[in-house]
């Protein structure tokens, strides 16, 4: 709606405002303060549905209070799922080669293609998708897997229903509320209106019951999956791309994990299953199989073969929506992906997926030889803590102050995850083998 | 809305698919072909009312096309902006020793901050915000000025109104479209319904008449413009703040060109304008100052003093946005940032800065002497040049096949942009000498 035209210069007199007062990350704490002057634009109704800050900076704030509380004390983080291992030699110095070239005459690059480098999609085409016919075109280089969620929440709007695991990872459901795909949250339960959430738990080996899924336009499914770490089996893929199909639905399949998978028993792209062409988008991410949290890298796969019920393909909007949203992910980094699917670079980062893979049987283990029920921590660097008949902040809490090492309350990831908590893999063997004694101590 | 499960096994048929052919960018161009399986997911409205492929893709391609037609030609490309000068060696240093840290135990770094690094957040305050009391805190670190304008739209969400220049850069109304504030395309006039577009042309001084301007939530505001070239001055910003208070509007200034601004008598930044912070977001980039558009990095300035109409703060929903959908721009790229910025680097990037100024007025100049009315090139990157009753598409087409230069057609920014066409001052010297020859040989 437009605003009509004030006859004065208004000072609209405000109740209160807010100052940042900065902490050892640079983020900032706001207070309320007075002020004498606010804008007449309406805070965005979307966005006052939000509950609380996003999750995980929420708990790196609640790590810097417990350090600034036991300034001796030796944390450990098993909390934010931050890789912390070298990147490979070979793929640190292709950027570092790439970034120097950028001062020569021949070697300076400006605009890349919004879609990433050719040589990069091909390689991932070529890495991750042979035998399922997924060419370079259909891949878009992200900056990483977050982005690109909400990339797609552009592509689809506002009118789109959708449904989430529960417990999954949270940018699904917070940028579905953004977009306004969602009512208002349910007091108590934690769940907002309009969402469908599977409850995916124990009680169902992790895969949600179907035959009482409500369908929705959009299925987020994130496989291996973050926080639970169960990888969704062939016959559970199948199940999935079947509903699909029946449903005319569309998967956004989230497979950043997928590299962790080693049991054999458990695709490692939903493409692996036959027909979802037809019904999924992949998307994926350098972060965890590569290193790249802070160097930033993914990647979405959008078949031509996805339609929307026109009949056009949703691949031309997707294009759209990154070359007006997006401007390519770095260069630099993009020569650091490549350079990691190269044969040395990819051998070097499987030993790097190999690491955190025995820290997460060591955790496991922990957890299990102690009597808990845990879960995950196979095919995926998480482990998934349960907690029968307790609140996860009040286990987050007691974890935290009795052993001074920070977890993620399950909470977090959807009101499935009240009595559990997420232990992450990525860390130094060192603190993993310590964290592991403390633990111990604590619970036995 | 929910989608009813159907009862069987459903194949919808369907009339039409797309299948990608890949082009020497990697882009893919999709042509129909017929198809047995359409989801039953509706195309989001929104992305059906864009007119067409975004401006510069769009110019890229038909670049292309050219170069297919004439293989021998020597193609001077003065279409997308896009910097063509070597990094200074202290920038490219910084991040290749950046990168080969990140092979080391103690230099590899994860995530980062979500808003950026805190040295980074400073320096950007010390050297463009001087006396202008911007903390570090307010400023947020992007991966270039395109994603932030997105992410403002989902910040600001479907139902505000918005002003734009015209022309401008093509990214705020998509952007708005794509979000959903607009209304359709008025065929004819290639304007969209609920836009207030704010023409800005030689018969105002490229400032617009804001007593006949309808009042609106966000005010886009570009200085200098792109594509006009036209750097507001201290009386015309102060208008447009005085009438964003007014009417309690937030203006989105946008300078990523601001560097460029050696006339003394414009701000470089809305900030030098009094009471600005109560209205107004600034968003810029390190592309064009330094040379960054292959390697990403810009920022956004939301003040604490800018307040919806309930007092509360912008920049702790803009915070939300970003650790929601962003996950901070590429730590190497930001050691990037900060080199540029220091004394060294500055320097070393004002010299960039005065090379592509030098080519700008070579090219104003070429035009000038020819007749023509051109504008900006003095405190802008941009040429904008007057064809009086062309179209600009066929001055565009026609420059190309006579001289095998590639400009903007200035429609693409607008339609007050009809008339006109867009010249970039980015590119090497001697292209920019020997296509001002081939102009004034063309229109002489």
């Known amino acids: 709606m437009l605003i009509k035209i004030s006859s004065s210069f208004s000072f609209m007199p405000c109740k209160a405002s807010l100052t940042a007062q900065e902490n050892e990350t640079g983020m900032s704490s706001h207070k309320d303060v007075v002020t004498s002057y606010c804008t007449k634009v309406h805070r965005n109704r979307k966005m006052e549905r939000l509950q609380h800050n996003y999750l995980f900076p929420e708990i790196c704030a609640r790590e810097l209070e417990h350090i600034k509380k036991y300034p001796n004390a030796k944390v450990i983080t098993l909390g934010v799922g931050d890789t912390t291992q070298p990147l490979p030699d070979v793929v640190a110095s292709s950027m570092s080669n790439y970034a120097n070239k950028l001062a020569t005459p021949t070697g300076y690059r400006g605009y ?14 070529e890495k991750f998708y042979k035998d399922m016919n997924i060419k370079g075109t259909e891949i878009f280089i992200s900056d990483g897997a977050q982005g690109d969620i909400c990339r797609l929440q552009l592509l689809f709007g506002s009118d789109m229903s959708i449904a989430v695991q529960d417990p999954t990872f949270p940018a699904y459901v917070d940028s579905s509320v953004i977009i306004g795909q969602t009512g208002d949250v349910e007091k108590g339960s934690g769940s907002y209106q309009k969402i469908e959430y599977m409850k995916c738990g124990p009680q169902n080996s992790f895969f949600p019951d179907l035959s009482r899924t409500t369908p929705t336009d959009i299925i987020f499914f994130c496989s291996p999956n ?33 590299v962790y998978i080693t049991d054999g028993r458990s695709p490692r792209s939903i493409y692996q299953v036959p027909g979802a062409k037809k019904v999924a988008i992949e998307v994926s991410s350098f972060s965890k199989i590569a290193g790249f949290t802070g160097v930033r890298l993914g990647w979405t796969v959008v078949p031509e073969e996805l339609l929307y019920s026109n009949g056009l393909a949703v691949i031309n909007d997707f294009n759209r929506i990154v070359c007006t949203c997006f401007n390519g992910a770095s260069r630099i980094a993009q020569a650091g992906g490549l350079a990691s699917l190269s044969s040395e670079g990819f051998k070097a980062v499987l030993s790097l997926v190999d690491y955190y893979k025995e820290n997460a049987r060591i955790l496991l ?5 102690l009597g808990l029920s845990a879960y995950g921590g196979v095919n995926a660097p998480y482990i998934w803590v349960h907690f029968p008949g307790s609140d996860s902040w009040d286990v987050f809490n007691e974890i935290l102050e009795k052993t001074h090492i920070v977890t993620v309350p399950g909470s977090g990831f959807g009101p499935g995850g009240k009595e ?13 083998v310590e964290a592991s004694k403390r633990l111990r101590s604590l619970l036995s």
């Open 226 to 258: 973050n926080p639970t770490g169960h990888a969704a089996n062939w016959e559970q893929l199948e199940q999935l791309v079947q509903f699909a199909q029946q449903n005319g639905s569309i998967i956004v399949y989230d497979s950043a994990y997928a």
């Open 112 to 125: 890349g293609p919004e879609q990433g480098s050719k040589e990069l999609r091909r390689a991932i085409a």
């Open 365 to 369: 283990e922990t957890f299990k030889s």
């Open 420 to 432: 559990f908590i997420r232990v992450t893999a990525f860390g130094h063997r060192e603190n993993i």
